[in-house]
């Protein structure tokens, strides 16, 4: 089993939620101030994290418990192509599994929404 933080449509509720195979949330939680947060398309897209050091947002999430096989098999093949499986800090200073945003991505494809630290609130 791993720790997976989502930020995303697969929290619960959201579009993407049954990747997550029935999962439920271990934790509502954020992560560490370290992170610019895009919206990648707008509301009808997809967020993303990127690791910027201090100074950044605490975004908002949920954290999962995955099986390895269910991780690899059913939820990376669904995410977007501009993500990557990475590993973030969270609030607690513990670490997670996370997607985060593919490394040399223009940003003119990307809205920062990191004053809103938040998928549910951008999107709502």
């Known amino acids: 089993m791993v720790r997976m933080f989502l930020n995303g449509t697969a929290m ?10 029935g999962a439920e949330p271990l934790a509502a939680t954020t992560t560490a101030p370290r992170y610019r947060f895009w919206a990648v398309d707008g509301t009808a897209g997809y ?9 950044g947002a605490a975004v908002a999430g949920e954290l999962y418990e ?42 003119t494809e990307l809205t920062d929404i ?11």
């Open 114 to 124: 990191s004053a809103l630290a938040s998928w549910r609130r951008y999107t709502s």
């Open 66 to 107: 995955l099986d390895l096989a269910h991780l690899r098999e059913v939820l990376l093949p669904g995410e977007p192509p501009l993500l990557e499986l990475g590993v973030v800090e969270l609030a607690d200073g513990s670490s997670s599994l996370a997607m985060v945003l593919r490394r040399g991505t223009p940003a």
């Open 47 to 55: 967020p993303a994290l990127e690791d910027v050091g201090p100074g």
């Open 12 to 21: 619960s509720g959201g579009a993407a939620h049954h990747l997550v195979g």
